[in-house]
């Protein structure tokens, strides 16, 4: 070849060669010329994709860029070098519609359902028949519209959506001399039934509650709420576990401020894995730091639907059975599904006992330190001889005894919540009445502060969602302590410090404790007490700027 190149060498022989052979000659040295050019190019794609396959630890910024390659061969080779064999990868190639085209098909055989990839993908491809004027450009095209029998179906020519897909158990086709992958729902889902709520037990209520399955937790909210303006937005979170989370809203409702900072925090998270709604209301809550609870967790559609009508946003983890409810304010722990199907002065009723029970629960130990530590006077003097005649023989201080029988009750209460079954409820409360009665017949403890204990941990269950209970711990605490130096001016200082802490937080702009501070009469009146629906005209005013009107035509 390099001879016959020679431009002197070539006027030698071309002296010796009739004019038309000469030209003939040309031609077909011209064309040697040029299919040794495209075979070097070939030959040095081929080395660099074979370089590709054979490197050891491929990382996802070195497939980012890679596209489909033209053969099942090839795209087994790569997805396999990337993904090992271990992971259970199934790939097979097939001669489909009477041998006009070789299809290769790969999935991972966990997560897949591989009944459906048997009867509605192969199963037409291999029994099917290609029209007459079917071309080998539109045999892609006529594969999706008239073969697949799965209506979720799309085509990527990147190798980077394929292993994506792959890994949450979807199907790939490939085509061989087509550049072009066919992507296939076919995720195996394995769900749990349908069951009623764990931590937030109703009477008249709903009695269904989410599971770890997103798309059926967005149908019961669907169920709930059948309009075109009920708006949900989908992400992805988490570098390596890349979980599904849906932000939902109702458009025209929603303060689309509050939507629009929601959505802002969740594209902000930047972290390796997400894996429930508790990591993701960490990364997005306001002041992570306090001890209050500026969101509502809920297993509840019901509820979730009514806080969307109400103008608040929800957002669905998948793999989580909650939803992360904002922005909320204090008031909104205090309330219950219950509220609004009881008769109205019940519901008030029922409201006001949580609301006490919760200030039993944070002040009713750090009293009655007050009062038999600092201030013994303002005690009647019958009650005062009694506590005292109880504590004879006591061997530690009031502060000290109040505080070793709170931290029990929670290991108590800790211990019954981690065995299984209701076992651990009767093992709790026997525990509870054992030890109790033990260490005041032993003289270890007094009655009085056993009652006491009882009363506050009892009365923090009595609120409407967990999370203020561990609150309410935190807060008795500290109040336990104020009030051991400091008498009833220490419990007066810690009162007057956690309502400025809470005058000091936000819900994603909102005021924690609206509508009361700012003041706001049309929230006031299902904050305290629940007023009769046909009163409870309108939305409140910043959760729902542009569409108060809840009942009648009032504006």
């Known amino acids: 070849m390099k001879h016959l190149r020679n431009p002197c060498h070539f ?46 630890g491929l ?56 009944e459906l990839v048997s009867h509605q993908i192969l199963e037409p491809l291999l029994k099917g028949k290609a029209d007459v004027n079917t071309t080998f450009d539109t045999i892609l095209t006529l594969i999706q519209a008239k073969f697949i029998a799965v209506p979720n179906v799309k085509t990527t020519n990147r190798m980077e959506q394929v292993i994506e897909n792959l890994l949450i158990g979807n199907t790939a086709l ?19 039934s349908l069951e009623k709520p764990d931590n937030e037990g109703t009477v008249l209520s709903s009695l269904e509650a989410f599971i770890e399955d997103i798309e059926i937790n967005c149908s019961m909210i669907i169920k709930r709420l059948p309009i075109p303006n009920l708006h949900f937005e989908l992400f992805s979170v988490g570098i390596l576990s890349k979980t599904k989370v849906k932000l939902i809203w109702i458009e025209g409702i929603a303060n689309a401020g509050i939507v629009a900072e929601a959505r802002r925090r969740i594209q902000k998270i930047d972290i390796d894995t997400v894996d429930g709604i508790g990591i993701l209301s960490e990364l997005i809550e306001d002041t992570p730091l306090s001890i209050f609870p500026k969101f509502q967790q809920t297993q509840r559609p019901d509820l979730v639907a ?26 909104d722990n205090f309330k219950s599904m219950d509220d609004y199907a009881e008769l109205t002065i019940t519901a008030c009723y029922l409201r006001l006992g949580r609301i006490i029970a919760y200030a039993f629960s944070v002040i009713i130990s750090p009293l009655y330190l007050a009062f038999v530590t600092y201030n013994q006077i303002i005690v009647p003097q019958s009650l005062a001889v009694t506590i005292a005649a109880g504590r004879e023989g006591v061997p530690f201080p009031s502060g000290v005894e109040l505080l070793l029988m709170t931290f029990g009750m929670t290991i108590i209460r800790e211990a019954a919540l981690r065995i299984p079954g209701s076992v651990g409820y009767f093992i709790g409360t026997l525990a509870a009445i054992v030890i109790g009665q033990a260490a005041v017949a032993a003289g270890y403890v007094s009655a009085s502060i056993i009652i006491v204990v009882a009363i506050s941990e009892i009365s923090s269950f009595a609120v409407a969602t967990t999370r203020i209970t561990y609150t309410s711990r935190l807060i008795n605490y500290s109040f336990i302590i104020l009030a051991g130096f400091l008498g009833m001016f220490g419990l007066i200082c810690g009162i ?24 706001d009469l049309e929230g006031m009146k299902d904050t305290f007490i629940r007023m009769r629906l046909s009163v409870l005209k309108k939305r409140l005013r910043i959760l729902a700027p542009f569409n108060r009107v809840r009942i009648g035509n009032d504006k």
């Open 59 to 114: 990382g996802e910024a070195n497939y980012k860029n890679i596209r489909v390659f033209s053969t099942a061969d090839q795209n087994f080779g790569f997805i396999t070098s990337i993904l090992g064999k271990s992971i259970g990868l199934i790939t097979g190639k097939y001669d489909i519609l009477e041998g006009k085209a070789q299809a290769g098909v790969a999935y991972i055989e966990s997560i897949t359902n591989q």
């Open 496 to 519: 007057v410090i956690i309502f400025w802490h809470l005058s000091s937080l936000e819900s994603f702009g909102v005021p924690y404790l609206y509508p009361f501070i700012p003041f």
């Open 11 to 56: 006027k030698k022989l071309s002296a010796q060669i009739p004019a038309a052979s000469l030209a003939n000659t040309k031609e077909n040295l011209n064309a040697l010329n040029q299919l040794t050019t495209e075979s070097n190019a070939i030959a040095e794609e081929l080395n660099q994709i074979s370089q590709q396959l054979m490197s050891p």
């Open 174 to 192: 490939f085509i061989n001399g087509i550049n072009t992958a066919l992507i296939i729902d076919s995720r195996k889902i394995e769900k749990r």
């Open 306 to 331: 009514k806080a969307l009508a109400n103008g608040q946003f929800a957002v669905l983890c998948n793999n989580s059975p909650f939803a992360f409810l904002a922005p909320i304010a204090f008031w």
